[in-house]
């Protein structure tokens, strides 16, 4: 699979991952939601959404790829077990229930369930630059880190913007994971 900087887009998430998007594959559809409805908030998630496989791990639990079944959309689930260190979790989702751009990853929803906080976002089909790198068993280019660095930079510019971030925190806590 080649990369090109021509068409893929990135989105940050607040934990620092850059995800990439194909721009062939598109990032809104009729069916696309917005928010998770309050019905389908009180039913339980595995009404609500068909769990298609672990994508992997994240900084505080396991993030799945899911199917909404209502709309057909499929989003990313992270499953976080509520031992967790909450108040940061907590915090992270205020942030993204406030975010509404194209450079950040959305937030649905949140669930309880047993003893996971299941956070309901988008899901960022090309993978994390880290999955880009090692599907092609090669390093970046120029062009495509400078694509790459300018998308990241729109995420962050909208978040500092806003004022959900500081200055002095974009380096250590946004590119920590690249």
């Not at 998770?36 to 298609?52: G, K, Q």
């Amino acid at each position: 699979m080649a990369f090109s900087a021509s068409w893929a887009c990135c989105t940050v998430s607040l934990s620092g991952m850059v995800c990439l998007h194909f721009l062939f594959s598109p990032t809104t559809s009729d069916n696309e939601i917005w928010r998770l409805s309050e019905e389908s908030l009180t039913r339980p998630p595995e009404e609500v959404f068909d769990i298609l496989g672990k994508l992997g791990e994240g900084s505080y639990g396991s993030v799945f790829k899911s199917l909404h079944k209502e709309s057909g959309q499929v989003l990313a689930i992270k499953q976080v077990p509520v031992d967790t260190d909450l108040q940061e979790i907590i915090k992270e989702i205020s942030i993204m229930q406030q975010c509404d751009s194209k450079y950040i990853v959305k937030y649905y929803g949140s669930y309880f369930k047993n003893t996971d906080l299941w956070i309901v976002m988008e899901y960022c089909g090309a993978g994390s630059v880290s999955d880009i790198m090692r599907l092609r068993n090669k390093t970046l280019n120029e062009r495509e880190i400078a694509t790459i660095l300018y998308y990241t930079l729109k995420g962050l510019e909208y978040l500092h913007s806003r004022r959900k971030i500081q200055s002095r925190h974009q380096g250590r806590q946004h590119f920590a994971q690249q």
